[in-house]
């Protein structure tokens, strides 16, 4: 890994606002050997790989806050784009 700089890359924000870090062995991980946060932290939290079509919901929309509390493991995206169309009182 010394090699190839590996060692020295960090966690970083993409555009979107999501927090990605390194970690190539994952199912999950994009070419560069980065995976989503969340999907780490929600994996660890129900004990599995997130399945397809399952997604993860950040309970305060907040795609920094990668609290496990604060995750939710949805059965798949119509489920997760419930909890986007609640009033906005209930959005805590």
Known sequence: MACSGSHRKKPF???K??????LPTHPRADAKGYVFEHIIVAE????????DPEEVHHKDFNKLNNSPDN??????HAQHMAYHAL?????E
Request: net charge positive.
């Open 87 to 91: 009033p906005l009182c209930s959005k």
């Open 71 to 76: 995750l939710v493991v949805c059965a798949d």
């Open 17 to 22: 606002g999501y927090k990605k870090i390194l």
């Open 44 to 51: 660890a939290k129900i004990g599995r790989p997130i399945r």
């Open 13 to 15: 924000i993409i555009k």
